[in-house]
């Protein structure tokens, strides 16, 4: 079995808190709620999610209860193969656990049709990945826009809407630019406005600043924070990077598909800092070599 390395990333954070000279909204410190007085656009209850490969089954998420609240900016942490990867798809519809129930703005998308799902993926829930997934013979415009056509958005609305999002993100004059003329940096912040192009409810992001520089990741984890508030957008990110975790409204760290701990929940005129440890060693049998 092969653990995967990432370099610079081999350390897990924990985070203490220290004070903060920020006005940032207050958060909860009760597990499982939301910031105060916050709906939940997001409500896990108990969420399983079992792999059978031949006669191994992997528990990747073992009973995990969660709550995000409207424009809330969650941040997840944890080991390799500790079940992050798997909890982002099934809030992003992508997957379904095998036990427990996941509730989005109070509808149960367990049990939901395909049909269902898609049109509530379209509406309401936006993606980032590591690797943007732009697409390639797109201009950055272009790739901005088309969630907002493919939801029978008119063009002229849909073009108002994509060049906004673009200025927003810095990039009002590389509209025109293919993905592969523009940096990394920028075809992530491309990424972050496509996300958001249908205000979305939840923006989900999978290691956005996994292949970014640490100054370029910062920059545009900013940009994702400063941008999905203003939306009103709630967003998960999942990340090994501390830089990202210092963004959060609240730091959750999941270890062997539990949440271990909310090791961070934003107080008022409070900041945490972050310091690595090593992580646990893995389970027998769990495998730590699952891509992204
Ligand atoms: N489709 C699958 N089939 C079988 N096992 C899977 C599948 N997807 C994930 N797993 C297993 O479930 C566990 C959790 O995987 P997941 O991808 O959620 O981890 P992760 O926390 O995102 O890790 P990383 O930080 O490396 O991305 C791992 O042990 C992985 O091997
Ligand atoms: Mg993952």
């Known amino acids: 079995m092969i653990r995967r390395f990432v370099p610079g990333l081999k350390r897990f954070v924990q985070v203490r808190r220290t004070r903060f000279h920020s006005s940032e909204s207050p958060a909860s410190v009760v597990s499982g709620e939301t910031a105060l007085n916050i709906p939940a656009v997001v409500e896990l209850e108990n969420l399983e999610k079992s ?113 906004e999002l673009l200025r927003r993100v810095g990039l009002q004059d590389r509209t025109d630019h293919l993905p592969d003329e523009l940096s990394g940096g920028e075809q992530q912040r491309v990424a972050i406005a496509r996300a958001l192009a249908n205000h979305p409810r939840i923006v989900l992001a999978d290691e956005p600043t996994g292949d970014l520089d640490t100054q370029t990741g910062f920059e545009v984890v900013q940009l994702m924070h400063s941008v999905a508030k203003q939306e009103g957008s709630s967003v998960v990110v999942v990340t090994h990077d501390p830089v990202v975790a210092e963004r959060a409204d609240r730091l959750v760290e999941m270890r062997d598909g539990r949440i271990t701990e909310k090791v961070r929940e934003r107080l008022a005129g409070e900041k945490h800092t972050i310091r690595a440890v090593e992580p646990l060693p893995p389970e027998p049998g769990r495998s730590l070599s699952q891509p992204n």
């Open 51 to 163: 792999y059978r490969l031949g006669k191994v089954t992997v528990n990747a998420l073992r009973g995990v209860t969660l709550k995000l609240g409207q424009a809330e900016f969650m941040v997840i942490m944890g080991p390799s193969g500790s079940g992050k990867t798997t909890l982002l798809n099934i809030i992003g519809t992508l997957d379904k656990p095998t036990s427990g129930r996941a509730l989005i703005d109070g509808e149960d998308i367990t049990i939901m049709n395909d049909g269902q799902l898609t049109k509530l993926r379209r509406h309401k829930i936006g993606f980032v990945f590591q690797f943007h997934n732009l697409i390639p013979v797109l201009t950055a415009l272009e790739n901005v826009e088309l969630p907002l056509i493919t939801s029978g958005i008119k063009r002229r609305v849909s073009r108002d809407r994509a060049m």
